[in-house]
């Protein structure tokens, strides 16, 4: 499984960026999938979720400025990022499992990208 992710940068606060991540060896309509970012000296932090039945889940500090989606004719999951703010800044990592009954809630997952960086400045 390759999970590779593309579409960080520097953004000033209250910019947009859209993630993306190409699956290969996994398929993106079959699990769940998921965003997980790591800040600077920090423990890695749940962000977002997928799973096969289309629905979304959210951590409460992005939820109504983040949006995950994905494009099973693509086999690639996206999050969009809008109103970005500078403790949005991070290494964020694209995940996936091929359990949807555990939690999406989490940080374990299978599979992981190499990540792609986010940097919101003030």
């Known amino acids: 499984v390759q999970l590779v992710e593309s579409g960080g940068g520097s953004v000033q606060a209250g910019g947009s960026l859209r993630l993306s991540c190409e699956a290969s060896?996994?398929?993106?309509?079959?699990?769940?999938m998921g965003w997980v970012r790591q800040a600077a000296r920090k423990e890695r932090e749940w962000v977002a979720g997928i799973c096969r039945s289309g629905g979304t889940y959210y951590a409460d500090n992005v939820k109504d400025r983040f949006t995950i989606s994905k494009d099973n004719a693509k086999n690639t999951l996206y999050l969009q990022m809008n109103s970005l703010k500078p403790e949005d800044t991070a290494m964020y990592y694209c995940t996936a499992r091929n359990s949807t009954t555990a939690s999406i809630r989490t940080v374990n997952w299978d599979y992981w990208g190499q990540g792609t960086q986010v940097t919101v400045s003030s």
């Open positions: 060896g996994y398929t993106v309509s079959s699990g769940c």
